[in-house]
């Protein structure tokens, strides 16, 4: 309606404006969810926490779902808050216990967010991490020398028997 027809209405008439509140959503992105790490390592990395929503997401909480006895520490732990397509860089630090088993490790990354008092969605990202056994360079050096040896051994052996 426009403004003259309004006038002509004899009834009540009420000024009505919305205020849009826009919605909050947040991204989790890693450059990289699988590590090879051989014992006694720790993994480095990290990820970004990004708003592309239409609202301020605040009271953002990054925390890590780990095996037994892994740690896992996390800068900044709590960040206070994100206005719309503003991101900002979490450093994760993992690491896995001194007697670690060889094979596959998962550890999962939550976030946790509100946005109007209201808790924001986020997909868990998952770390997939396998672990190797250190090799053991000494062993392979001494078994390699012992391999040039019995070639060589062989060679020699089979020079002096051709002579004959």
């Given at each position: ?153 062989i060679v020699v052996f089979g020079i ?5």
């Open positions: 309606y426009k403004e003259q027809e309004l006038d002509a209405i004899q009834g009540g008439k009420i000024r009505l404006e919305l205020i849009p509140r826009g919605i909050g959503k947040l991204e989790v992105r890693a450059t990289n969810l699988y590590h090879e790490i051989t014992v006694g390592d720790e993994i480095n990395m990290d990820i970004t926490v990004k708003n592309y929503g239409t609202r301020r997401i605040d009271n953002i909480k990054v925390e890590t779902d780990n095996p037994l006895n892994w740690v896992s520490n996390i800068e900044p732990a709590l960040i206070s808050s994100l206005n719309p397509e503003q991101e900002q860089k979490v450093k994760v630090a993992i690491i896995p216990p001194a007697d670690v088993s060889v094979g596959a490790q998962e550890v999962k990354i939550k976030t946790e967010a509100y946005a109007n008092n209201r808790r924001v969605e986020t997909d868990d990202k998952t770390i997939r991490i396998q672990v190797n056994a250190k090799t053991n360079i000494l062993g392979t050096v001494l078994l390699i020398a012992s391999l040039i040896g019995i070639i060589v051994g002096k028997i051709s002579k004959r």
